[in-house]
């Protein structure tokens, strides 16, 4: 039986891919995840509700969500992912960014990933360990971008492997700028809204357009 035939299971280990029953049938057995990969959630402060705790979902319930990435990377998202409700439902896309440990400006490599209602950010195809291919495990500052929110990035560089979770929606996680660059509200960190231009700052000019986008209409 070849390998692509094989049955696919699950071993337990986080740090292991491509799980399968070998040929003897008797272990399931993956391949060593060389990739970076860790996982992130964060919290946007427009769609956020403070009364539930989790971002609304109001693009993807009005169709507005596009399956293509919006930073123009090549990237879609998995055919019914958008049709998944509750608190992992699809809120909108993100940019994860990789940086240099000896130069916060420089970006080693960004991904479009997608952030869910209740904060976690999941790859386009809804797993919730973000893979960068061809990266080794290291040490990096990590950053958060969103098409209408200032973004984030951790205060300093640190090592990531398979068993990291960056969490930036909990207020004690460092991060630049602090009270500067986010929000405290129900006992966690927000995202600042309105940056509908992307150029880091908020002001007149953005409000228009960042409400009827994160809102989900033209109101």
């Excluded at 916060?104 to 919730?128: A, F, H, K």
Aim: aromatic share 8%; charged share 25%; proline share 5%.
């Amino acid at each position: 039986m070849l390998a692509s035939e094989r049955p696919f299971c699950d071993d337990g280990d986080p740090t292991t891919i491509n799980d399968i029953i070998r040929e003897d049938g008797c272990t399931c057995r993956g391949e060593p995840i060389t990739d970076l990969n860790f996982r992130t959630k964060i919290m946007l402060e427009g769609p956020f509700n403070s009364a539930s705790g989790f971002m609304r979902d109001g693009l993807r319930k009005e169709g507005l969500l596009p399956y293509a990435d919006p930073f123009n990377l090549g990237i879609t998202a998995t055919v019914g992912l958008f049709d998944v409700q509750g608190q992992n439902a699809i809120v909108d896309w993100v940019l994860v960014e990789l940086r240099d440990k000896d130069s916060v400006e420089n970006i080693i490599d960004s991904r479009p990933m997608l952030l869910q209602r209740d904060g976690d950010i999941v790859m386009p195809n809804g797993s919730i360990q973000l893979i960068f291919e061809g990266i080794e495990e290291g040490v990096f500052f990590v950053s958060i971008r969103h098409q209408n929110h200032l973004s984030l990035t951790t205060e300093a560089a640190i090592s990531i492997n398979a068993n990291t979770v960056i969490d930036f929606s909990n207020p004690f996680t460092p991060v630049f700028g602090d009270s500067q660059s986010s929000k405290i509200l129900n006992g966690k960190r927000l995202m600042l809204a309105g940056d509908a231009n992307g150029d880091g700052t908020i002001n007149a000019a953005d409000k228009n357009l960042y409400w009827k986008r994160e809102n989900g209409s033209q109101t």
